[in-house]
C-alpha cells in the first residue's frame, strides 16, 4: 500500500516538475543562446518602423471612440465567422428556414450596428489644437 501511494506522488512530482520545466526551460534556453549586446541610450528608444521617435508616447492620447470602433469591429469581425457555417449548410436545409434564420442574425447585427451609431460611435470628434 505504501509503495503504490510513494508511486503516485512520484507520478505526481514528476509532472509538476514536468510543468515547471515547460514553462521555464524555453526561458533559461533564450537566455542562455541570446546575443550579448552593449545596452545604449537608443537601445531604449521605442522602435516605430523605422522612423525617428519624436515625443513622448503618453503625449498623444487616443479617444475612447477609437476603442469603441476597434471593440465593434471585432466584434463583428467574429460574428462574420458564424456566417460561414451557415453559407456551407445551405444546401442541406429547406430554402425558407435558413433565409429566415440567416436573415433574423444579420438583422441582429443590424440592430447593433444602429445601437452603436444612436451612441455616437461612428462620429470622430475633431482634435482641438
Known sequence: MDSVLAIDYLYVMLFIFGGFSAAFLPFIIAWLIRPKTIVTARSHQTYECG???????WDYRFGVSYYLYALIFLAFDVDVLYLFPVASVFDR??????????????????????????????TWEKKKA
Do not use: D
Not at 522612423?51 to 508616447?57: R, S
Not at 436545409?93 to 460611435?121: D, H, M, Q, T
Open 51 to 57: 522612423i525617428e521617435p519624436f515625443n513622448q508616447m
Open 93 to 122: 436545409v429547406s430554402g425558407v428556414r435558413g433565409v429566415i434564420e440567416f436573415f433574423i442574425f444579420i438583422g441582429i447585427l443590424s440592430l447593433a450596428i444602429v445601437y452603436a451609431w444612436n451612441k455616437g460611435v461612428f
